[in-house]
């Protein structure tokens, strides 16, 4: 009997986004591949290879223990975390020898204390309208800059940067942005001419070229996705990532009953229910409840019902085509049928960021590459 959920991971498309991404870039502009969170739910450390195999000369995550698993995996070259760290976390994240990100004098001293004698990458931020991390501040973020320049201890300056709030969205308050930036980036490469500027994600490498600088970091695009919500096929982008599971059950249904908790389908004809073992324990969030679309044998077929933690239903028509395991998909390709995670982000009202995060750690990952088994 087939697996009852498994996300297949092409790691040759994630390569193929990685040269796309880099072929859009200006010469001597570097690549970080942006791994967190389990490199959006696709394994952070086979898409980390892969990344690095395709030319990202950087990776970036978000916490010390991302990074650790990183350098625990033998992943070397330069590595990035991008957020908030602890008095507890920081340690692990300078074990790991990564770069990390400051904005406040108190994070400075507590990095002063906290080296050990290895070699630091400071990394600092302004806020230039994200609202988040970094400091507003113009003079704050020089001042950092220089003690990072300065520093008598491992300490060393090793990047500029700031995070874009609508690159995919509002393309004048980006430009804002960057206007905000430039004087930052002009007065700290006065004093350091080789620290790397860096601000774009995946949608300004794809809109604003003028976003580049030295160093872009690409999220959503090295897996494959539209951070525009579009096609990814319109961007050049190959979707690393399919979900498929299989049909556990068939029964008929007759006009008036019900299928699911809360009986949100009625069968209005005679019809065929197929049970599929995937819930919204493994990501398929209930959201897609008589909203999404199971593609079994080629074609397309509604899901029906509530969905639950462990399993969906789908009505598959009255011809009863459809057998007990048969495969299942629930994102990706099945002949001339698709089904991306733009389409059930744009159904369930979220991003596509989301759809692929949310795929739970009990749905197994599995490596290829084009469909030959890593």
């Known amino acids: 009997m087939p697996v009852r959920a498994l996300a297949r991971v092409n790691l040759a498309a994630i ?8 072929d859009s870039l ?5 690549m970080c591949a942006v791994v967190k ?3 959006y739910g696709h394994g952070a450390v086979p898409v980390a290879r892969a990344a690095r195999a395709a030319g990202a000369g950087w990776l970036a995550v978000a916490s010390a223990q991302e990074a650790a698993e990183l350098r625990g995996a033998g992943l070397e070259g330069p590595l990035l975390v991008m957020g908030a760290l602890s008095h507890e976390e920081l340690p692990l994240a300078l074990e790991a020898g990564a770069d990390v990100v400051a904005w406040t004098q108190d994070f400075m001293t507590e990095l002063e204390r906290a ?4 070699s630091v990458g400071v990394h600092v931020k302004l806020d230039t309208g994200m609202g988040r991390f970094g400091t507003r501040e113009l003079e704050e973020a020089l001042q950092i800059a220089q003690r990072a320049g300065s520093s008598a201890g491992a300490l060393r300056l090793r990047g500029a940067m700031t995070h874009l709030a609508t690159a995919d969205c509002d393309p004048d308050f980006m430009r804002a942005q960057l206007e905000a930036f430039q004087p930052f980036v002009d007065r700290v490469r006065e004093q350091r001419p080789d620290v790397l500027v860096h601000a774009a994600n995946s949608a300004a490498v794809l809109n ?16 494959g996705c539209d951070p525009m919500g579009g096609s990814p096929e319109e961007r050049q982008l190959d979707p690393a990532l399919e979900l498929v599971s299989y049909v556990a059950a068939v029964k008929p249904a007759q006009p008036g009953e019900s299928v699911g ?3 949100t389908f009625t069968a209005e004809r005679e019809t065929n ?13 209930r959201a897609l409840s008589n909203n999404s679309d199971a593609l079994i044998g080629g074609r397309r077929h509604p899901v029906v019902g509530t969905i639950s933690m462990d399993n969906l239903t789908v009505d598959v028509g009255p011809q009863d085509a459809v057998r007990v395991g048969d495969r299942v998909v629930l994102l990706g390709g099945d002949g001339s049928e698709r089904q991306t995670a733009e389409d059930l982000a744009r159904r369930a009202g979220t991003i596509s ?10 749905v197994p990952r599995v490596y290829h590459r084009d469909g030959v088994p890593e």
């Open 261 to 263: 908790y809360g009986r």
């Open 273 to 285: 229910i197929a049970t599929v073992p995937i819930g919204y324990a493994d990501g398929y969030v």
């Open 353 to 362: 960021w989301e759809v692929l995060c949310g795929i739970s750690g009990r």
């Open 15 to 22: 390569e193929r986004n990685i040269r796309r991404l880099r």
């Open 26 to 30: 200006a010469p001597g502009t570097r």
């Open 37 to 39: 969170a389990d490199a």
């Open 115 to 118: 080296d050990g004698g290895s």
């Open 208 to 223: 604003a070229p003028k976003s580049h600088f030295d160093l872009v970091r690409c999220g959503l695009a090295v897996y």
